[in-house]
């Protein structure tokens, strides 16, 4: 395999029907295009899930940020680039930066990944893949000028807002409810009414656990510091059984 | 403006995240590139939104039908070709199919497009745009040889499935509820049981009214002549009025 860059570089466009009412890019279409990225960078470097999947393993996310300036137009053609800037034995860390044809910084990502056995669904070691051929990508130089994500802390009086079934359309071919799934439905929690007065500033959410189609999952939502920052947490049931935590996640809004 | 050919022809990768658990791109996707695929192909000979817009006109989608030998599976490329087959006062006929790189043939699709004013939400004389610039491009011998949507017959004893909510995402540029958001909440009346015996054949939707974020969504369904042939009806209501139709729909399994 000939040696590729540290940096991927991809293209996309913002498509119309991929627009929110005020006719820019959907924040899960966002990300969406960032996992994307995430894959064919991994893919062309030899450690993606193509090659996982022969060796019995995958990646998992476990935590995305995304901080934005601004969200791209429909139309609009902007490129993710991505690339690990830290590879550890349980967990690598990947950045992003969303970049307009011109220049223009649109924003940044963050996110921690894990890699898990296939049939135990444990954690196995990165660094074992491939000889750490990861390591020889790592690229720590490129800037990625936002803040990790950190640890969501709610309380047990956080509100339940809502409660959704989850459908066929939710599950990826893990058999498991999509990533960027939680995000819409997250973002969900706040109507067109709310959107028309503040835009998504930084979004943050740490996967626990996953869920199934068939499973109920609720939402419970708390004010932070101030009334246009919030804390999310998902939780799942099915069948009328205990909750179990799914995910949590931070909105903030300008 | 350049002169094209009458029959456009785009690229898309069945993204891994747009596949559902058998690996294969969800209906939704690639009805969201079928519309794309529309989109751009009307933009490029100056009859599209773009143009639309500024005369204060928009297409409208009233029918589309989607008829496939199989579904591209995760990280296939494909083209959709597309063409306008038709062109009246009120009302565009729209085909496309659906091709792989090595020239197998997915599927097909049939649409009927009306255009209206965007003040008074009125169709609009087709012809008259561009001295009937649409008229051009007429192509009628490139081959669909799937079958028209017919007329959905449905009796009022049809079951009522479910009722759901819609948020922030379900809504596009327009304000409504978004075209392919009806094809995925349809599919979704079927299981993932139900999706691992079965595939989609045939589907067709009939765009009769719009809907709004805060409508509540209902979904009748009723079997046709065999257990593998539905029929489904969209109603909307909102704040305990009276239920208004949205849309009607076949879906056919194999």
Known sequence: ?????????????????????????????????????????????GYGMNYLNEVNRTWVLSRLAIEMVDMPKAYDRFSVETWIDSAMKFFTGRNFKIVGESGHVYGYGKSVWAMIDLNTRQPV??????????????ETEYTCPIEKSSRVKMSAEADP?????????????NGHINSVKYIEHVLDLWDLAWYKRHTIKRFEIAYVAESHQGDCLHFYREQ???????????AKSNGGGEEAEVCRCRVLFV
Request: hydrophobic fraction near 40%.
């Open 1 to 45: 395999m000939e040696k590729l860059s540290k940096i991927g570089r991809y293209d996309f466009l913002a498509e119309p029907f991929h627009c929110d009412f005020s006719n820019h890019l959907f924040m899960g279409h966002l990300g969406n295009h960032m996992l994307n990225a995430a894959d064919f960078h991994s893919n062309e470097r």
């Open 125 to 138: 070691d990165i660094l074992a893949v491939r000889d750490g051929l990861i390591n020889e990508y790592v």
């Open 161 to 173: 807002i809502r409660s959704i079934d989850t459908y066929y359309n939710d599950v990826d071919v």
């Open 224 to 234: 932070r510091d101030t009334d246009i920052d919030f804390n999310v947490r998902i």
